[in-house]
């Protein structure tokens, strides 16, 4: 197992860093190629993936170094314009090496589809009937898919609930959950709700409108967990203890206010954006799914904890829903995300979903320990004066940004 430390890694040139993963990953040269840009993703592609196209917008494609996730050596490619993303992220990873690195542990992919049922009768007693008559229907939905079945997927269960006041009446609601396997589910999911619904109508009497998935995918969670020693954590004039204890009292200022709560979530999304992107994942649906999580007791809250464990250890975790694939999508249309993939070394969405988990806690650490002590802006703004220099045209390297090997 190759190490995923690589110190001095910044200082490298980008061909000499693409000469590194070239080797690290066994990349081909049609894969260097796509890196670099002269075989990514052409407008002919493009024309197949959305309407009405005109053209390509490119983002930076950068590499996490530093990251351990379930004892693996693990190298990120993160997709994203912010400057310091990706250095923050590295070290926040080496910090984490002091305690063995992240620990991940992810849901089976179960995504929740929704049909909404209307004008019906008594939406209680059709409930009741609906859940009598389940595993007939659960039946039903798993002819539709031999291939996912043949894969260990499938629809699971099924669930029933009436809302007794809406602005338009009482609705029943039908929710079907549906093992997704390596995918993001969404088409199989809307089939699946499509196929469902005239044999909802006929048990209830009533009228299917709405049949779609939930981006709430509160059934296929993500968790990621830390622990740093206090010692590793000091530099300059700050202890390990003093930043322990400023880290833990930024994380206990976001859970009591929403309004730091909410910026607090976006430092956590920086990342694991970052890396949903490059993979040709929904990075819409798993912000949705995020912030719904964030405010599922009835108010926004962090969806990280930082607390002191009294053993000379600042422990992390992190849980939030992550519905992301593997398979179909733009991993098959996207030349780039095949090779970001590749380099991540994963074969399962559950895999993935641990490393995009582990980089969003990696991430929230580098922005808490900034705050905490000398200032978001110092490195920040180091880092964004390089884009400043491009834009008056003066020569990148008369500005210098950290290093974070």
């Known amino acids: ?41 052409d407008v002919q592609r493009a024309e197949q993936m959305i309407e009405n196209t005109v053209g390509l917008y490119a983002l930076p494609l950068g590499i996490a170094a530093n990251f351990i996730v379930n004892g693996r050596e693990v190298l990120v490619p ?31 992919p179960m995504m929740i589809g929704q049909i909404q049922l209307v004008e019906v009768a008594d939406p209680w007693a059709a409930r009741i009937e609906v859940l009598a008559h389940k595993a007939e229907l659960l039946a039903t ?85 830390v622990s740093i020693p206090e ?35 976006k430092g956590i999304m920086n990342g694991v954006d970052a890396v949903t992107l490059a993979t040709g994942n929904d990075w819409r649906a798993v912000e949705a799914g995020a912030h719904a999580y964030a405010a599922r007791e009835g108010h926004y809250a962090p969806l990280s904890t930082w607390r002191r464990d009294g053993l000379g250890n600042l422990v992390g975790t992190l849980e939030m829903p992550l519905a992301l694939g593997t398979v179909g999508g733009n991993t098959r249309v996207h030349p780039t995300v095949r090779v970001a993939l590749k380099i991540l070394g994963v074969t399962t969405a559950r895999e993935l979903a641990g490393i995009v988990v582990s980089v969003g806690l990696a991430q929230n650490l580098a922005a808490l320990r900034a705050l905490a002590t000398e200032g978001i802006q110092r490195g920040h703004m180091s880092l964004h004066a390089r884009q400043v220099a491009i834009a008056k045209e003066l020569p990148v390297n008369a500005v210098r940004s950290p290093a974070v090997g």
């Open 1 to 41: 197992m190759v190490s995923s430390r690589l110190p001095g890694f910044y200082n490298l040139s980008i061909q000499e860093r693409l000469n590194f993963i070239t080797e690290h990953v066994r990349l081909t040269q049609e894969e260097c190629d796509i890196l670099k840009g002269a075989l990514g993703l």
């Open 78 to 108: 993160m997709v994203i314009e912010e400057p310091s993303v990706v250095a923050g992220a590295s070290f926040a990873a080496k910090l984490a090496r002091a305690g063995g690195g992240f620990t991940a542990v992810t849901d089976d």
């Open 231 to 265: 010692t590793a954590l000091g530099f300059d004039t700050y202890s390990g203890v003093d930043v322990a204890k400023g880290i833990e009292q930024a994380w206990a200022f976001a859970a009591a206010d929403s309004y730091r709560a909410t910026t607090h979530n």
């Open 141 to 225: 939905v798993n002819e539709i898919d031999p291939v996912l079945i043949k894969a260990g997927g499938g629809a699971r269960d099924i669930q029933a609930r009436v809302l007794a006041q809406t602005a338009t009446g009482p609705m029943l609601i039908i929710h079907l959950l549906y093992d997704v396997r390596d995918a993001m589910g969404a088409n199989a999911v809307n089939t699946a709700c499509e196929y469902l619904a005239p044999k909802l109508e006929a048990i209830t009497g009533g009228k299917a409108f709405l049949r779609i998935l939930s981006n709430l995918a509160d059934q296929r969670l993500a968790r990621a967990r």
